[in-house]
């Protein structure tokens, strides 16, 4: 198999795994995410507290490991941000992201994996970030 072609099935393989733990996570679930977000109903579910938590115990340690080793398994080198301080777009963005989870209950990952629902929620979600993201490329050039 070439080169690419392994590159390619590890990151297929690395994007259904993701999947696959958003969906037994029940984060794709718009109303378990907005239970969470919903703090003065009496109805909070502090699942999503316990999610990212547990995201933060694998994550950390595997991060830490590929820190040591100075570059990724399967590349030269860490393609890092080459932004590093915290500004007007870095803000705004963060701001119109956390405004778009918080009236739907979506975030770019869970959106895709919604697609193949096909509810319509799902399809205008995905839609909207797809323009989202063409915007901002036209703005970028």
Known sequence: MSEARMTSL???LCGLLFGAGLM?????NPA?????????????DPTLALIM?????VSVPGFAWARRRGKP???ERFHNP?????DTPLVL??????????????CP????????????????????MLGGMYLFELRRR
């Open 24 to 28: 037994l996570s029940e984060i794709v």
């Open 73 to 75: 398994l399967r590349a």
């Open 109 to 128: 990952g869970p959106a895709l994996v919604n697609i193949i629902s096909l509810q319509p929620q799902a399809l205008l979600f995905a839609a909207a």
């Open 32 to 44: 378990r995410v907005l239970a969470f977000l919903d703090i003065t109903s009496g109805q909070w």
């Open 53 to 57: 938590a547990s995201a933060l115990l």
């Open 93 to 106: 963005g963060a701001a119109l992201f956390g405004l778009g989870w918080g009236l739907v209950g979506l």
């Open 82 to 86: 080459s932004a590093t301080r915290i």
């Open 10 to 12: 590890i990151a297929a």
